[in-house]
Protein backbone atom coordinates (compact mmCIF):
# COMPACT_ATOMS: atom_id res chain seq x y z
CA UNK A 1 0.00 0.00 0.00
CA UNK A 2 1.34 3.67 -0.80
CA UNK A 3 2.80 5.23 1.85
CA UNK A 4 0.63 7.94 3.67
CA UNK A 5 0.49 11.68 2.06
CA UNK A 6 1.56 11.39 -1.25
CA UNK A 7 -0.87 13.43 -2.52
CA UNK A 8 -2.42 16.72 -1.43
CA UNK A 9 -5.66 17.10 0.42
CA UNK A 10 -8.36 17.55 -3.09
CA UNK A 11 -11.44 17.23 -1.09
CA UNK A 12 -12.96 18.13 2.25
CA UNK A 13 -14.29 15.47 4.66
CA UNK A 14 -17.34 15.93 6.93
CA UNK A 15 -17.04 17.20 10.11
CA UNK A 16 -18.81 17.29 13.31
CA UNK A 17 -18.31 19.20 16.18
CA UNK A 18 -20.78 17.17 18.84
CA UNK A 19 -18.61 14.47 20.47
CA UNK A 20 -21.38 13.27 22.82
CA UNK A 21 -24.40 11.51 22.47
CA UNK A 22 -25.88 10.07 25.08
CA UNK A 23 -29.01 10.52 26.63
CA UNK A 24 -28.11 13.60 28.51
CA UNK A 25 -26.28 14.84 25.92
CA UNK A 26 -27.81 18.89 24.98
CA UNK A 27 -26.97 17.44 21.18
CA UNK A 28 -29.94 15.19 21.57
CA UNK A 29 -33.32 15.75 21.35
CA UNK A 30 -34.99 15.27 25.34
CA UNK A 31 -36.98 12.85 23.90
CA UNK A 32 -34.94 10.42 22.42
CA UNK A 33 -34.50 7.39 24.02
CA UNK A 34 -31.28 5.32 25.89
CA UNK A 35 -32.96 2.35 27.22
CA UNK A 36 -31.48 -1.02 28.12
CA UNK A 37 -32.91 -3.90 27.57
CA UNK A 38 -32.21 -7.77 27.53
CA UNK A 39 -32.88 -11.41 26.09
CA UNK A 40 -31.95 -15.17 26.99
CA UNK A 41 -29.12 -16.84 24.45
CA UNK A 42 -27.92 -20.23 25.24
CA UNK A 43 -29.17 -20.01 28.57
CA UNK A 44 -27.47 -17.05 29.36
CA UNK A 45 -29.02 -13.38 30.44
CA UNK A 46 -27.17 -11.13 27.11
CA UNK A 47 -27.81 -7.03 27.93
CA UNK A 48 -27.67 -4.14 25.48
CA UNK A 49 -28.41 -0.36 25.39
CA UNK A 50 -30.83 0.81 22.72
CA UNK A 51 -30.90 4.29 21.08
CA UNK A 52 -34.07 5.64 19.64
CA UNK A 53 -34.30 9.38 18.10
CA UNK A 54 -37.59 10.70 18.91
CA UNK A 55 -38.19 11.84 14.87
CA UNK A 56 -38.39 7.76 13.88
CA UNK A 57 -42.12 6.79 13.91
CA UNK A 58 -42.45 2.92 15.21
CA UNK A 59 -44.04 2.06 12.21
CA UNK A 60 -41.32 3.59 9.48
CA UNK A 61 -38.57 0.77 9.28
CA UNK A 62 -35.45 2.20 10.28
CA UNK A 63 -31.55 1.69 9.68
CA UNK A 64 -29.95 -0.43 12.65
CA UNK A 65 -26.61 0.10 13.73
CA UNK A 66 -24.56 -2.38 16.35
CA UNK A 67 -21.59 -0.72 17.94
CA UNK A 68 -19.41 -3.33 19.77
CA UNK A 69 -17.05 -1.88 22.81
CA UNK A 70 -13.26 -2.94 23.36
CA UNK A 71 -12.23 -5.27 25.94
CA UNK A 72 -12.67 -4.49 29.51
CA UNK A 73 -15.59 -2.01 27.79
CA UNK A 74 -19.62 -1.83 28.13
CA UNK A 75 -22.03 -0.45 26.35
CA UNK A 76 -22.77 1.95 28.93
CA UNK A 77 -19.11 2.90 28.62
CA UNK A 78 -18.80 3.29 25.07
CA UNK A 79 -22.21 5.32 23.84
CA UNK A 80 -21.71 8.68 26.23
CA UNK A 81 -18.13 8.78 24.54
CA UNK A 82 -18.30 8.23 20.62
CA UNK A 83 -20.89 10.68 19.60
CA UNK A 84 -22.78 8.00 17.09
CA UNK A 85 -26.10 8.85 18.95
CA UNK A 86 -26.20 12.63 18.09
CA UNK A 87 -25.16 11.35 14.42
CA UNK A 88 -28.31 9.11 15.10
CA UNK A 89 -30.89 11.71 15.60
CA UNK A 90 -29.41 13.69 12.54
CA UNK A 91 -29.41 10.54 10.07
CA UNK A 92 -32.33 8.48 12.03
CA UNK A 93 -31.45 5.19 12.65
CA UNK A 94 -31.27 3.14 15.54
CA UNK A 95 -28.06 2.83 17.36
CA UNK A 96 -27.33 -0.08 19.06
CA UNK A 97 -24.99 -1.17 21.80
CA UNK A 98 -24.60 -5.31 23.07
CA UNK A 99 -22.48 -6.06 25.94
CA UNK A 100 -20.21 -8.98 25.96
CA UNK A 101 -19.98 -11.23 28.91
CA UNK A 102 -17.48 -10.96 30.96
CA UNK A 103 -16.68 -7.59 29.09
CA UNK A 104 -14.63 -9.60 26.11
CA UNK A 105 -15.92 -10.38 22.68
CA UNK A 106 -15.44 -14.16 21.29
CA UNK A 107 -13.35 -12.57 18.08
CA UNK A 108 -11.92 -15.12 16.36
CA UNK A 109 -8.51 -14.92 18.67
CA UNK A 110 -7.51 -18.34 20.27
CA UNK A 111 -7.13 -16.37 23.32
CA UNK A 112 -10.79 -15.82 23.62
CA UNK A 113 -12.54 -19.10 22.03
CA UNK A 114 -13.59 -20.09 25.37
CA UNK A 115 -15.89 -17.11 25.61
CA UNK A 116 -19.72 -17.39 24.77
CA UNK A 117 -21.29 -17.61 21.43
CA UNK A 118 -21.51 -13.62 20.43
CA UNK A 119 -22.13 -14.70 17.16
CA UNK A 120 -25.00 -16.65 18.16
CA UNK A 121 -25.88 -13.64 20.50
CA UNK A 122 -26.34 -11.41 17.70
CA UNK A 123 -28.71 -13.21 15.69
CA UNK A 124 -30.66 -13.95 18.48
CA UNK A 125 -30.65 -9.95 18.97
CA UNK A 126 -31.11 -8.48 15.47
CA UNK A 127 -34.08 -10.84 15.67
CA UNK A 128 -35.26 -9.61 19.00
CA UNK A 129 -35.22 -6.51 17.73
CA UNK A 130 -36.75 -6.75 14.46
CA UNK A 131 -39.46 -8.65 16.33
CA UNK A 132 -40.00 -5.48 18.58
CA UNK A 133 -40.34 -2.73 16.55
CA UNK A 134 -39.76 -2.27 12.36
CA UNK A 135 -36.23 -2.07 11.30
CA UNK A 136 -35.17 -1.94 7.80
CA UNK A 137 -33.17 -5.47 7.03
CA UNK A 138 -31.65 -3.87 4.36
CA UNK A 139 -29.72 -1.43 6.53
CA UNK A 140 -28.81 -3.73 9.44
CA UNK A 141 -24.60 -2.45 9.71
CA UNK A 142 -22.07 -3.39 11.74
CA UNK A 143 -19.16 -1.21 14.07
CA UNK A 144 -16.80 -2.28 16.73
CA UNK A 145 -13.21 -0.83 18.45
CA UNK A 146 -10.37 -2.68 19.10
CA UNK A 147 -11.98 -6.26 20.49
CA UNK A 148 -15.17 -4.76 19.16
CA UNK A 149 -13.47 -4.50 16.20
CA UNK A 150 -11.97 -7.93 15.38
CA UNK A 151 -15.72 -8.89 16.75
CA UNK A 152 -16.78 -6.92 13.72
CA UNK A 153 -14.83 -8.83 11.34
CA UNK A 154 -15.77 -12.31 12.67
CA UNK A 155 -19.25 -10.87 12.19
CA UNK A 156 -18.00 -10.12 7.99
CA UNK A 157 -17.05 -13.49 7.74
CA UNK A 158 -19.52 -15.70 9.33
CA UNK A 159 -22.57 -13.70 9.49
CA UNK A 160 -22.23 -12.04 6.26
CA UNK A 161 -25.85 -12.12 5.45
CA UNK A 162 -27.39 -9.83 8.31
CA UNK A 163 -25.54 -6.61 7.74
CA UNK A 164 -25.12 -4.36 4.66
CA UNK A 165 -21.78 -2.65 5.84
CA UNK A 166 -19.12 -2.90 8.30
CA UNK A 167 -16.61 -0.67 9.97
CA UNK A 168 -13.94 -2.36 12.06
CA UNK A 169 -11.81 0.49 13.82
CA UNK A 170 -8.90 0.38 15.84
CA UNK A 171 -8.51 -3.27 15.36
CA UNK A 172 -6.97 -5.79 12.41
CA UNK A 173 -7.71 -9.33 11.47
CA UNK A 174 -7.07 -11.93 14.10
CA UNK A 175 -4.81 -15.03 12.61
CA UNK A 176 -7.00 -17.36 13.16
CA UNK A 177 -10.04 -15.49 11.83
CA UNK A 178 -8.21 -14.58 8.83
CA UNK A 179 -7.24 -17.98 7.79
CA UNK A 180 -10.88 -19.34 7.72
CA UNK A 181 -12.69 -16.30 6.80
CA UNK A 182 -14.98 -17.12 3.88
CA UNK A 183 -17.76 -14.58 3.78
CA UNK A 184 -21.29 -15.60 2.07
CA UNK A 185 -20.87 -12.74 -0.07
CA UNK A 186 -19.38 -9.41 -1.22
CA UNK A 187 -19.81 -6.65 2.29
CA UNK A 188 -18.42 -3.26 2.07
CA UNK A 189 -15.78 -2.52 4.23
CA UNK A 190 -14.59 0.46 6.14
CA UNK A 191 -11.36 0.27 8.40
CA UNK A 192 -10.21 3.03 10.33
CA UNK A 193 -6.96 2.39 12.56
CA UNK A 194 -3.76 4.68 13.76
CA UNK A 195 -0.50 3.85 12.24
CA UNK A 196 1.09 4.75 15.42
CA UNK A 197 -1.02 2.15 17.85
CA UNK A 198 0.75 1.19 20.40
CA UNK A 199 -1.79 -1.50 21.25
CA UNK A 200 -2.81 -3.39 17.65
CA UNK A 201 0.70 -2.75 15.73
CA UNK A 202 0.28 -1.51 11.95
CA UNK A 203 2.12 -4.40 11.00
CA UNK A 204 0.48 -7.13 12.55
CA UNK A 205 2.41 -9.44 15.51
CA UNK A 206 1.74 -10.40 18.92
CA UNK A 207 -0.93 -8.74 21.25
CA UNK A 208 -0.08 -7.66 24.46
CA UNK A 209 -1.55 -9.46 27.62
CA UNK A 210 -2.23 -8.58 31.05
CA UNK A 211 -5.34 -6.27 32.53
CA UNK A 212 -3.84 -2.72 32.16
CA UNK A 213 -5.59 -1.99 28.32
CA UNK A 214 -3.39 -5.27 27.06
CA UNK A 215 -6.57 -7.20 26.61
CA UNK A 216 -6.19 -10.60 25.48
CA UNK A 217 -3.07 -10.95 23.55
CA UNK A 218 -2.78 -13.30 20.24
CA UNK A 219 -1.58 -12.18 17.22
CA UNK A 220 -2.86 -10.15 14.10
CA UNK A 221 -2.61 -9.43 10.37
CA UNK A 222 -1.18 -5.68 9.60
CA UNK A 223 -3.89 -3.65 8.57
CA UNK A 224 -2.33 -3.86 5.00
CA UNK A 225 -3.29 -7.30 4.77
CA UNK A 226 -6.61 -6.71 6.08
CA UNK A 227 -7.71 -4.69 3.03
CA UNK A 228 -5.74 -6.40 0.76
CA UNK A 229 -8.28 -9.46 1.97
CA UNK A 230 -11.32 -7.41 1.55
CA UNK A 231 -10.37 -5.52 -1.58
CA UNK A 232 -9.55 -9.20 -3.10
CA UNK A 233 -13.00 -10.98 -1.80
CA UNK A 234 -14.84 -8.00 -3.20
CA UNK A 235 -13.27 -8.18 -6.32
CA UNK A 236 -12.34 -4.52 -6.25
CA UNK A 237 -9.36 -3.02 -8.35
CA UNK A 238 -5.89 -2.46 -7.20
CA UNK A 239 -5.60 0.97 -8.63
CA UNK A 240 -6.60 3.03 -4.91
CA UNK A 241 -8.04 6.51 -4.48
CA UNK A 242 -5.49 8.40 -2.09
CA UNK A 243 -6.30 11.50 -0.80
CA UNK A 244 -4.93 13.62 1.97
CA UNK A 245 -8.30 14.74 4.26
CA UNK A 246 -7.89 18.00 5.88
CA UNK A 247 -5.35 19.03 9.07
CA UNK A 248 -8.66 20.36 10.37
CA UNK A 249 -6.70 20.20 14.10
CA UNK A 250 -2.75 21.26 13.46
CA UNK A 251 -2.22 20.51 16.69
CA UNK A 252 -3.06 16.92 17.53
CA UNK A 253 -0.21 15.75 15.91
CA UNK A 254 -2.24 13.88 13.59
CA UNK A 255 -2.80 13.51 9.33
CA UNK A 256 -5.59 11.21 7.84
CA UNK A 257 -4.92 9.61 4.52
CA UNK A 258 -8.17 8.20 2.93
CA UNK A 259 -7.39 5.18 0.48
CA UNK A 260 -10.46 3.82 -1.46
CA UNK A 261 -10.15 0.67 -3.56
CA UNK A 262 -13.42 0.74 -6.53
CA UNK A 263 -14.80 -1.16 -9.25
CA UNK A 264 -15.81 -3.91 -6.66
CA UNK A 265 -18.13 -6.24 -7.59
CA UNK A 266 -21.47 -5.65 -6.14
CA UNK A 267 -20.29 -2.09 -5.89
CA UNK A 268 -19.17 -3.55 -2.21
CA UNK A 269 -16.75 -0.83 -1.67
CA UNK A 270 -13.52 -0.98 0.39
CA UNK A 271 -12.40 1.79 2.25
CA UNK A 272 -9.43 2.44 4.99
CA UNK A 273 -8.66 5.55 7.12
CA UNK A 274 -4.87 5.60 8.23
CA UNK A 275 -4.42 7.85 10.97
CA UNK A 276 -0.82 8.98 10.65
CA UNK A 277 0.62 9.74 14.35
CA UNK A 278 -3.01 8.41 15.47
CA UNK A 279 -2.96 5.92 18.47
CA UNK A 280 -5.16 2.96 20.03
CA UNK A 281 -8.27 5.57 20.13
CA UNK A 282 -11.68 6.48 18.49
CA UNK A 283 -11.17 9.66 15.93
CA UNK A 284 -12.95 12.82 17.31
CA UNK A 285 -13.74 11.19 20.76
CA UNK A 286 -12.92 12.79 24.08
CA UNK A 287 -9.27 12.39 24.97
CA UNK A 288 -8.46 10.14 28.06
CA UNK A 289 -5.78 11.96 30.09
CA UNK A 290 -5.29 9.66 32.37
CA UNK A 291 -4.70 6.77 29.83
CA UNK A 292 -3.43 9.01 26.80
CA UNK A 293 0.26 8.04 27.39
CA UNK A 294 -0.79 4.19 27.30
CA UNK A 295 -2.58 4.59 24.01
CA UNK A 296 -1.65 7.70 22.29
CA UNK A 297 -3.22 10.42 19.91
CA UNK A 298 -6.82 11.02 18.97
CA UNK A 299 -7.43 12.56 15.97
CA UNK A 300 -9.78 15.71 15.92
CA UNK A 301 -9.25 15.69 12.10
CA UNK A 302 -11.98 13.52 11.47
CA UNK A 303 -15.18 12.12 13.61
CA UNK A 304 -15.29 8.51 13.52
CA UNK A 305 -18.70 8.09 14.07
CA UNK A 306 -19.79 10.70 11.94
CA UNK A 307 -17.58 9.19 9.12
CA UNK A 308 -18.86 5.21 9.71
CA UNK A 309 -22.25 6.43 9.17
CA UNK A 310 -21.56 8.30 6.09
CA UNK A 311 -20.02 5.17 4.80
CA UNK A 312 -22.76 3.10 5.94
CA UNK A 313 -25.41 5.22 3.94
CA UNK A 314 -23.94 4.60 1.06
CA UNK A 315 -24.94 0.79 1.03
CA UNK A 316 -28.39 -0.85 1.29
CA UNK A 317 -27.91 -4.63 1.45
CA UNK A 318 -28.46 -6.48 -2.04
CA UNK A 319 -29.80 -9.23 0.07
CA UNK A 320 -31.67 -9.23 3.12
CA UNK A 321 -31.81 -11.45 5.95
CA UNK A 322 -35.03 -14.03 5.80
CA UNK A 323 -37.58 -12.36 8.67
CA UNK A 324 -36.48 -13.35 12.14
CA UNK A 325 -37.97 -16.07 14.32
CA UNK A 326 -39.16 -14.95 17.60
CA UNK A 327 -36.66 -15.07 20.63
CA UNK A 328 -36.71 -15.68 24.32
CA UNK A 329 -35.50 -12.07 24.45
CA UNK A 330 -37.49 -9.53 27.44
Known sequence: MSSPFLLAATAATIWITALTGAACSTAAPPQSKLGRDSLHVDGKLRTYLLYTPTSLQASSPAPLVLIF???????????????????????????????????????????????????????????????????????????????????TLRLACESTDLFAAVAPVISTFPEPLHARCRPSR??????????ADPLVPWSGGELTRGPQLGGKGGKVISVHDTIEFWRRHNGCSSDAREIALPDRDPDDGTRVLQTQFGSC??????????????????????????????????????????????????????TPPEPATSSNGR
Request: charged share 25%; net charge positive.
Open 69 to 151: HGGFGSGADLAPRIGMNAVADRAGFIAVYPDALNKHWNDGRETTAAGADDVAFIRALIGHLRSKRAIDARRIYAAGLSNGGYF
Open 265 to 318: RDGADVMLLAVEGGGHTWPGAPERPKIKRLVGRTTRDIDASEMIWEFFSRYPSP
Open 186 to 195: TLPLLLIAGI
